[in-house]
């Protein structure tokens, strides 16, 4: 059973948005408030980039491209992150996996297709 389960991917029309969520429901709280989580995305040629990042003061970053239209979110009562996406462009298009850095591991999730249309 997943540490992480993601939900919210789809398809939308550039311009749109869409909100990813990944929950960490079997992650106890302090593992959870207490972890660096975030998104890669993967696209066909396999090359997984990272999307977005918040640390456990919730200080956060962002690849150049998603900068001013993605924003990554956490909350820790519901032990979830998100990634709300506004301004979706075609070149998002990509299946994004939530992560998990524990201690010396990195969690994943299964991965949510994201496909935004022209």
């Known amino acids: 059973q997943r540490q992480l389960v993601e939900s919210g991917g789809g398809s939308v029309q550039a311009g749109g948005s869409l909100r990813l969520a990944c929950k960490a429901s079997?992650?106890?709280?302090?593992?959870?408030?207490?972890?660096?989580m975030g998104w890669y995305r993967q696209g066909p040629e396999n090359k997984r980039e990272l999307v977005a990042a918040?640390?456990?003061?919730?200080?956060?970053n962002y690849v150049d491209s998603v900068k001013g239209r993605f924003t990554i979110s956490k909350d820790n009562t519901r032990k979830t992150i998100y990634l709300q996406m506004n301004s979706l462009k075609p070149e998002d298009t990509d299946v994004y996996f939530c992560?998990?850095?524990?201690?010396?591991?990195?969690?994943w999730g299964q991965g949510i297709q994201v496909t935004v249309s022209s």
């Open positions: 079997r992650m106890i709280l302090s593992t959870f408030t207490g972890s660096t």
């Open positions: 992560y998990a850095d524990i201690q010396d591991e990195r969690f």
């Open positions: 918040i640390g456990p003061g919730r200080t956060t």
